[in-house]
C-alpha cells in the first residue's frame, strides 16, 4: 500500500511504501541497484541507523527539541545502544540530551554514535562523577558530530572514554566542563581528529588523558584551554 505523506517542495506530493510486521521479517531481502550489493531484510537494513528519539516518550522527544535538559534520556539511549547488538550507528537528531544514569560500558562491535552536528546536538549531564560514554569493545567503534557538556563542577569522571578499542575513530566533538575530557586506556589504530576541549574542571582537569599499553593513536587539530 501507499501512504501520503509531506511534501518536501510546493506542489510536490511524495509516497512512500508502507511495510507491515508481517512484510518487514528475515524472509523479504531488500537490496541495492548498485552491482555487488546483498539482499538483507528488512529488519537488517533498517537497523544500520537507529535514531534515539525512536526510544523516548513524546515528554522526553519535547524535551530534547525545546533543548530544556529536564528529563533523563539515559534509559531511552541505552535500549538503542542494546537493539544492535550486531553493530550499526545511533543517530542523535539536534537537540539537548540528558544522560543523568551511568550508562553500561558499549561494548558492540562496530557501534557508531553520531550526532547531527557539533552545537546542533548536545549531550549534558549532571551528575558529577559520570563516564558519560564509556566505549569498551575489541575494535571498531567511534563518535562524531556533536557536543558535551556537564551542568555540575566534576569532580571525576569523564565525557568520553576508550578503553582497549582497535579501530577508533573520534571526529568533529567538542567537550565543555569535564573533569577529564577524553580518556583513552590502551587500543591500537585509533584517530581523533577536529577535536575542541575548553572549560575543563580548574587545577584537576585534564583535556586528553592517556593511560596503559597502546600504539598507533593518532591526534590531529586539537584545542585545548587544559
Do not use: C, W
Not at 7 to 13: L, S
Not at 38 to 59: H, I, R
Not at 99 to 125: C, E, P, R, V, Y
Not at 186 to 191: F, K, L, N, T, W
Request: aromatic share 8%.
Amino acid at each position: 500500500t501507499a501512504a501520503k505523506t509531506g511534501q518536501t517542495n510546493p506542489g510536490a506530493t511524495v509516497y512512500v511504501k508502507s511495510i507491515s510486521a508481517t512484510t518487514a521479517n528475515a524472509t523479504n531481502n531488500n537490496q541495492s541497484a548498485a552491482s555487488g550489493s546483498v539482499a538483507l531484510s528488512y529488519q537488517s537494513k533498517l537497523g544500520d541507523t537507529v535514531s534515539v528519539l525512536d526510544f523516548m516518550t513524546v515528554a522526553q522527544i519535547a524535551d530534547v527539541h525545546a533543548r530544556t535538559s529536564t528529563i533523563d534520556d539515559s534509559s531511552a539511549i541505552q535500549a538503542a545502544i542494546n537493539s544492535i547488538p550486531n553493530g550499526g550507528t545511533i543517530f542523535f537528531p539536534a537537540g539537548l540530551y540528558d544522560i543523568t544514569t551511568q550508562l553500561s560500558n558499549i561494548t558492540t562491535k562496530g557501534l557508531f554514535i553520531k550526532g547531527a552536528g557539533i552545537d546542533a546536538t548536545t549531550i549534558t549531564s549532571p551528575n558529577t562523577t559520570i563516564n558519560l560514554i564509556p566505549f569498551n569493545a575489541t575494535g571498531y567503534q567511534g563518535i562524531s558530530d556533536l557536543s558535551i557538556t556537564f551542568s555540575g563542577v566534576q569532580t571525576a569522571g569523564y565525557a568520553i572514554g576508550v578503553t582497549g578499542v582497535r579501530n577508533f575513530t573520534l571526529n568533529r566533538i567538542k567537550i565543555e566542563k569535564a573533569f577529564k575530557g577524553i580518556y583513552i586506556s590502551g587500543g591500537v589504530i585509533q584517530y581523533y581528529t577536529d577535536v575542541e576541549i575548553i572549560n575543563t574542571v580548574q587545577s584537576t582537569g585534564v583535556g586528553i588523558f592517556i593511560t596503559g599499553l597502546g600504539n598507533d593513536q593518532f591526534l590531529k587539530n586539537i584545542v585545548m584551554d587544559n
